[in-house]
């Protein structure tokens, strides 16, 4: 909305629908919504979590939630581009860089599930089965949705501030379309998972 709040951004002299901040928000916020309506009952399947305070809810999830994703995943994603990127534009192109690359989005993405278990432990209205394993185990599993994403919102519009012409000019529509087709990645990889563990799915009944 005000993007020179702070420092003179690019985005202030762009239309609203062509701002890098309003088509990551959007990429964001499907994200977000995806995770909550649908990867929220994998937790409850194979990790055994619950959330218990009193709530309006869609399909199961406190309606809150879909909001707190938002600003945790904007967070998240904030710090994963600023190393990511530092990592691109420190070290020539290569196969080192590459898994260099590789090794930073993996431990980045079991870092920040494993932070965000940790931190909100005390929270009194989210319990698990087995906290231990939730903290573990858990924290791979969740980690899971980074290894897809931490990628993917780095490359997001990557050619924006680009002046070259031919430069790929990425829409609202290509935004929103982007985060659903890496959402269903993540939402694969995660029933993978708890296809080999043998885990039977339920979805919008009570954990």
Known sequence: VMPSAC???PDARRPL???YSA????WLAAYSFIGNYWYTHYFYSVLKAAYTMPAHRLNNVPIALYFATHFYFSTYHVFSNACLRKVV???EAGMKRTILYIGVVIVLSYFTAFMETLTISSFPYYSF??????????????GIY???SFPAFYAFDEEIDSSEQ??????????FVSSCGYGMMILCLLDF???????????????
């Open 17 to 19: 629908s062509e701002r």
């Open 193 to 207: 998972v708890r296809l080999y563990l043998g885990i039977p799915l339920l979805v919008g009944t009570l954990p």
């Open 129 to 142: 089965e087995d906290r231990n394993m939730a903290y573990t185990v858990g924290s791979a599993f969740y």
């Open 166 to 175: 031919g430069s790929r000019i990425v829409t609202l529509w290509d935004a």
């Open 7 to 9: 420092f003179d951004s």
């Open 89 to 91: 534009t420190t070290y």
């Open 23 to 26: 088509k990551a928000n959007l």
């Open 146 to 148: 980074f290894l897809v």
